[in-house]
């Protein structure tokens, strides 16, 4: 008897241990399929670069005298010593074979080319694709002949035609600005309001009917899934900002209203805890030195209740930053190179879906944006918890 | 000055307050249009066809007028379902374990753990199920021999979501655990039972309500989620899908599909979903309610 109750009670425990170790794991698997798929992409020139693919028909500057360039060293491209560029085979996202600029010397000509379209000049940038170099007196060098034979025909001291450069685009700048924009603007209307809300729920108001309906109404909005708020936002704010000159349509302006009606019942509980633990004994205190209420908030209450606020805006930096079903009604899903606020654009959540959901899925950038995003929730998760612990030494003392 | 402020104050909760208001007007406004006007020579929608209807759209887009959200409804009533059964245990054994039978360490690792999970946006774990969970789907159908659409199936939905509701079960059933009256449990341990059965048969029951509440906000979100089951759903043009490995579509993804490059009727027919998904939250809430209570109640006789 005593035997099968010990090993019933085994098995529940090693129940829970079990579901203990899945809910690890889930985390665990997040993790890890973001970092393998997406780290191979993080780099300083993905985060400034364009998304869209650009190319460029340019030629030789004629007026600047070229050199012999040395080849650097370490170098395993192959290099032109008549141009000061290197240049290497490679395979692009569809597995097509390619020609990279692998190295530029700093005087090397194709810093400065010029297009043959447009007056203007391109420079040629280390890991941009040139297509195809035509010559006056000699075949074209093509793509498919390699990279060997480009610089061969480049160093053979043929007068050049026509390059065709291609900047690879892919880059995230656009969406990393947009989101920032919107981090801005919306912290601009939200902040305000939540306060102020909060403030007059936690200390001006008495317990009447309608504060509790007041109560009850901001309580009900965090029950409404996002998608519902986006559907809100395409009729209420797309036609207001309209209304008001702010933009034509889709907007950041449109997208940072939503986020602000998002936000705020998050806001205002969290700020409305962060008053309410600031102890009574202030407002007495304050308010037994003569000061009225009003200044008796602004001056002592909402001072000791800084690090709540700043829990409460570090939150919402981070529902903003993962929002996307509100957001592509309201900003929509093209991703922009050159963002306005006045315009629609993706922000880096958004960006994930547009390339998660057109043929082919781009699930290596989508990732790798998606590592962006957790660094960014994880940083400012840090900084929560360690708010908190200050926030607890604060009201121990 | 002190009233100017106090009247600012003031403004700004009603504000606050009113959103909800405006929500819940503008969305009914434009979602029932497609049912009360022309919808520019196609024909009022019927209601009840379209609550009713297990095809999205019945002829060609911009000439028919057949909408039809029945099987959407189903299938997202279905999913749901399937995701608190498999992520309510785990939430809650989760939970046990955390505030009961791991170590302070241990107890505050997994805690951190659950914070992290609750604090990983929709997106993410959407893309995780597309990027890791379809292909695994699809080979492992496949050696069932079971062609699935490229593994957008019911089951990677539920997968998906069961991720995402992990992190709320767990931390409001581990509150309602605390929450438990200790002298209870020591009632029970000294009346000669074991931990581990005082944990099951008197902690867990007695912190039902609590755990209940979990289930609720759970659901509600594994409802209205959109962007990430739209990426593993598979966009199923008509159902109701009850197979796991057959593609689906719920009335969140329904409302995200083709967004791009769609005007009219074929645009608004999307509020009309969100009316409806509101409407399939508040009935699916007051259920739950319901039974909340009645299981409240049985447990008191």
Do not use: C
């Amino acid at each position: 008897m005593h035997n099968k109750r010990k090993i019933q009670d085994n098995l529940l425990k090693s129940l829970t241990i079990g579901a203990a170790l899945m809910t690890a794991s889930a985390l665990f698997i997040v993790f890890y399929f973001v970092f393998t798929s997406g780290f191979s992409l993080l780099s300083f020139d993905l985060l400034v670069s364009d998304y869209k693919t650009e190319q460029y028909n340019t030629t030789l500057d004629d007026t600047i005298e070229t050199t012999m360039f040395e080849e650097p060293e370490g170098n395993e491209a192959f290099f032109s010593q008549i141009y000061g560029i290197s240049l290497k085979d490679a395979e692009n996202k569809d597995a097509e074979a390619i020609i990279v600029i692998d190295y530029i010397a700093p005087e090397s000509p194709f810093n400065t080319l010029k297009s043959i379209n447009e007056n203007e000049t391109v420079n040629a940038s280390e890991g941009g694709v040139i297509t195809r170099i035509s010559f006056e007196n000699t075949s074209t060098a093509l793509t498919r002949e390699g990279a060997e034979s480009m610089i061969n025909k480049l160093d053979g001291g043929h007068t050049i035609r026509e390059i065709i450069f291609v900047e690879p685009g892919g880059g995230i700048r656009g969406s990393i600005i947009a989101t920032l924009y919107l981090i801005g603007l919306t912290l601009v209307m939200a902040l305000p309001l939540g306060i102020f809300s909060a403030i007059y729920l936690n200390e001006f108001a008495k317990d009447t009917r309608l504060t509790r309906t007041i109560r009850s109404f901001i309580d009900t909005l965090t029950g409404i899934p996002s998608i519902v708020y986006g559907l809100m936002a395409v009729s209420v704010f797309i036609p207001l900002t309209a209304r008001f000159n702010m933009a034509s349509g889709l907007s950041i302006y449109a997208g940072a209203m939503t986020m602000t009606v998002i936000l705020l019942p998050v806001l205002i509980r969290t700020t409305e805890e962060s008053l309410a633990s600031v102890p009574n004994d202030y407002r007495e205190a304050s308010l037994a030195l003569g000061a009225n209420d009003v200044q008796t908030t602004f001056k002592v209450v909402l001072p000791n209740a800084i690090a709540g606020l700043l829990t409460a805006t570090f939150l919402s930096i981070g529902r903003i930053i993962g929002e996307s079903a509100a957001l592509i009604f309201v900003m929509g899903t093209a991703v922009r190179d050159s963002v306005y606020p006045s315009q629609g654009a993706t922000t880096l959540a958004v960006h994930i879906w547009t390339l998660m959901s057109t043929e082919p899925a781009n699930v290596e950038l989508a990732s790798t944006i998606a590592l962006i995003i957790l660094t960014i929730v994880l940083i400012l998760n840090t900084t929560v918890k360690l708010l908190a612990k200050k926030f607890d030494k604060l009201g121990n003392r | 000055m002190n009233v100017v402020v106090k009247r600012l104050v003031f403004l700004s909760a009603l504000l606050s307050a009113s959103f909800i208001i405006i929500v819940v007007v503008f969305v009914i406004l434009s979602g029932i249009k497609p049912f009360i006007s022309d919808n520019e020579g196609l024909g009022p929608v019927s209601f009840i066809g379209f609550i009713t209807r297990t095809i999205w759209l019945d002829g060609p887009t911009f000439v028919s007028n057949m909408y039809g959200a029945g099987y959407l409804i189903a299938n997202t009533l279905y999913i749901a379902f399937l995701t608190l059964l498999v992520s309510l245990p785990l939430g809650v054994l989760t939970a046990l374990f955390i505030a009961k039978i791991a170590g302070k360490r241990t107890g505050a690792l997994l805690r951190s753990i659950v914070e992290l999970l609750a604090a990983i946006p929709s997106i993410v774990y959407g893309l995780v199920g597309a990027g890791l969970f379809l292909p695994v789907i699809y080979n492992t159908a496949l050696s069932f021999g079971i062609q699935t659409n490229g593994g957008n199936s019911t089951l990677a939905a539920v997968i998906v979501l069961t991720f995402m509701s992990i992190p709320t079960l767990t931390t409001i059933s581990e509150v309602a655990i605390r929450n438990v009256d200790l002298s209870l449990e020591e009632a029970s341990l000294a009346l000669g039972t074991s931990k581990t059965q005082t944990h099951f048969n008197v902690v867990l029951p007695a912190a039902k309500s609590g755990i209940f509440s979990a289930a609720i906000l759970a659901i509600g979100r594994a409802l209205g989620e959109a962007t990430a089951i739209s990426l593993v759903a598979g966009n199923a043009l008509s159902g109701p899908t009850f197979s796991l490995f057959n593609r689906t579509a719920t009335l969140t993804t329904a409302m995200l599909q083709g967004m791009k490059e769609t005007t009219g009727l074929d645009y608004d027919i999307r509020f009309s979903l969100g009316i409806v998904l509101i409407i399939v939250i508040l009935i699916t809430n007051f259920a739950l309610n319901m039974l909340k209570k009645r299981v409240g109640k049985m447990h008191a006789q």
